[in-house]
């Protein structure tokens, strides 16, 4: 069993795979001006450089598909995360709030240093992923502190409560963001949507510690979260620390998602939609599904910023929205599907 | 069950006062320092010449009026559907109908470009027809999903995707900007010629509320007891959908959406007056009229000189009574 298994993750991770080649060959050479193939190929080579399709590649289309790629395997590892620790197939980093707490943070730190460039600032880049998984944190100590009843976590309530949670960081949000100046308003409101059109050296590198901290951290957890699966008392009498298990799982996905969120605003769905498609495709031990769900990650976000900026010519459109206007069907669809009756 | 009924002529009393005290504040404060007597003389004596009588006329009466009819439709579209739904979640921002009123008034704008205000208040009147359906319909296909939690999630997100959609439709055709403002709430921009307009589909509203307050309250007792009395159930619900689409449709379009108001108000009325919806009824009105109002006058100053959108002054009353209501009565049917 585990030996087909492995075979089908391969096969899985080759299609996903060569369908990002496709994705990414698209990314790269359609668009306002087009290239060919040659083109950016040489441009990435370094092979007889020409100064327009240099800045075309690398100041524009490059650091935008690259945040994009991060952005998806964050949002979607974090949502399998999540998944598993929560036990809800309905949890997302998005709907439950984390993304709003996060957000939240970052706008107060935007607004606490108004008027000092943040734009350029290194320093200020660097740290505001730090103050979005404070945030993120907050935002998650808040849900489980009122959906929590009688030792457990309800699916359903947990939902809502962070429904609420999220549209009470909004409501903070949207009344700091009124108080900037017209400048930094623009900037936060633009980026609150969850749009990557800002993309930026920079911001890749404020994104990668995160990422080159936490995704091994996850990674080495995969086992775990399998445990996690059973009933708590379960879990303990295994030997494992639950409590503790519970907040590493659970900061790591944080702190993965605050480092999205502060480059890319909310983009909701992914951290639900990555997991499902990926527990489809190589059922649900997390030692497979993790590496799939982050490539469906990837995909989504690639694609669906692909079609952002597309479809909608000359105007363009938040990526967030894109993808809800797929997940929103996708949660509609689970909901369904999912056996326990509300309440 | 201990019925509250002492409650209920003190507070109709007393909300006259509280209307008039609200109602001089709302007009005599804002962004422009105005005198009393000046405040006055624009009532009584109004002169056009006068820019700061133009304020009082046109700026700060009908949003002091807009805002309190706006709080009391939205507040009894939210008591007839916690009434009838039996759902303490109910209400129409959760259960979509806002955002189905704004996703129509945006394929409106699109399609049918130039609409006059009467036909923008019909976009909105279908729209939030339109919402309703599509939550309830979905709420009856699934398994249990007319128990409040599951409805209220089905609503959010549904309403999540509509306004996906017609930010989407927006973009397509370049009219974010229009459609944004159908968005987002403003009080602060409410016409009088659209305020007349909408009000005699206002009027029809509120006397179906009204006239079937006595039934919802038997439906609120549970399908079983009203079809034990030879109720005809489908009837009323009926009848009380086209209330919360006549009165949920016009305040979107009135103000754009509102959130929360709908939801809690009906709950304050209940703590004061007991479980009669023809007592909930007039009081989730009144109280949601004064309570916009005041939301709108604290959106003036908690931000002065600028101004808040009055929907994060209803979120921050709006978020920990939801926060209570699911955590406090999260397993219970009723409303």
């Known amino acids: 069993m585990p030996e087909r298994s492995s075979k089908a993750v391969r096969r899985v991770l080759l299609a996903g795979f060569a369908l990002l080649l496709v994705s990414v060959y698209i990314y790269l050479t359609k668009g306002e001006f087009e290239l060919s193939v040659r083109d950016v190929v040489q441009t990435l080579l370094r092979i007889h450089p020409q100064p327009d399709n240099d800045l075309i590649v690398f100041e524009f289309r490059l650091p935008r598909l690259v945040i994009a790629a991060l952005v998806g395997f964050g949002l979607a590892i974090a949502g399998a995360a999540v998944q598993g620790v929560t036990r809800n197939g309905l949890a997302d980093p998005g709907i439950l709030g984390i993304h709003a707490g996060a957000g939240a943070a970052i706008v107060l730190y935007m607004y606490a240093f108004q008027g000092q460039v943040i734009r350029t600032g290194w320093t200020a880049i660097m740290t505001m992923p730090l103050f979005g998984l404070a945030g993120g944190a907050a935002a998650a100590a808040l849900l489980f502190a009122f959906a929590w009843q009688n030792g457990r976590l309800d699916a359903q309530r947990m939902i809502l409560t962070g429904i609420a949670i999220s549209s009470g960081f909004g409501a903070f949000t949207l009344f700091l963001s009124l108080r900037m100046n017209a400048k930094d308003f623009e900037m936060a409101a633009v980026w609150l949507t969850g749009s990557i059109w800002n993309a930026n050296w920079i911001y890749i590198l404020s994104m990668l510690p995160w990422f080159i901290l936490l995704t091994p951290l996850l990674l080495r957890r995969t086992r775990t979260l399998d445990l996690f699966q059973l009933d708590e008392s379960m879990v303990r009498s295994l030997g494992l620390r639950y409590g503790r298990e519970l907040v590493i799982l659970l900061l790591c996905s944080i702190g993965l998602v605050s480092a999205c969120v502060s480059v890319s605003g909310s983009i909701s769905f992914v951290g639900l939609l990555a997991p499902h498609i990926a527990r489809r495709l190589v059922g649900p031990r997390h030692r497979h599904l993790l590496p799939v769900c982050g490539l469906i990650g990837v995909l989504l976000v690639v694609i669906s910023d692909l079609i952002a900026k597309s479809v909608f010519a000359p105007a363009e459109l938040p990526v967030g929205i894109v993808i809800s206007l797929v997940g929103v069907p996708y949660f509609l669809l689970l909901l369904y599907k999912s056996r326990s009756v509300g309440s | ?335």
Not at chain 2, 81 to 108: E, H, K, W
Not at chain 2, 261 to 276: E, K, S, T, Y
């Open chain 2, 1 to 335: 069950m201990m019925q509250r009924n002492n409650f209920t002529p003190l507070l109709l009393g007393i909300a006259p006062v509280a209307l008039l005290l609200l109602f001089a504040v709302s007009i005599r404060y804002g962004a422009k320092p105005i005198a009393a007597s000046t405040v006055w003389d624009a009532l009584l004596h109004f002169d056009a010449g006068n820019a700061d009588h133009q304020i009082i006329r046109h700026s700060r009466l009908p949003r002091a009026l807009g805002s309190f009819m706006i709080g009391a439709f939205l507040a009894v579209s939210g008591a007839l559907m916690q009434g009838m739904t039996r759902n303490y979640l109910a209400s129409p921002s959760i259960m979509g109908v806002t955002d189905g009123s704004a996703f129509a008034i945006t394929l409106g704008m699109i399609f049918l470009p130039g609409a006059s205000s009467l036909e923008m208040i019909l976009y909105s009147l279908v729209g939030s027809l339109f919402g309703v359906l599509l939550v309830f319909g979905a709420a009856a296909l699934l398994p249990g999903g007319m128990s409040p939690v599951r409805m209220a999630i089905l609503g959010t997100i549904i309403g999540t995707f509509m306004s996906s959609a017609s930010a989407a439709f927006a973009a397509y055709f370049q009219v974010s900007q229009n459609v944004s403002f159908w968005y987002s709430s403003r009080l602060h921009q409410l016409e009088p010629a659209l305020i007349q307009l909408a009000l005699p589909f206002a009027v029809i509203g509120l006397g179906i509320a009204l006239l079937i307050s006595r039934q919802i309250t038997i439906l609120s007792l549970g399908d079983e007891v009203s079809q034990g009395l030879g109720m005809r159930g489908w009837l009323v619900k009926a009848a009380a959908m086209g209330a919360v689409v006549l009165l949920t449709g016009i305040s979107v379009a009135l103000a754009g959406k509102i959130a929360f108001v709908g939801l809690i108000v009906p709950h304050i009325a209940r703590f004061f007056v007991g479980v009669d919806y023809r007592r909930i009824i007039p009081c989730a009105g009144w109280l949601g009229g004064l309570f916009l109002m005041l939301c709108d006058i604290l959106a003036r100053f908690l931000n002065y000189p600028f101004e808040l959108p009055v929907g994060v002054v209803t979120s921050l009353f709006g978020v920990p009574v939801f926060l209570y209501l699911i955590r406090k009565k999260g397993g219970g049917k009723h409303a």
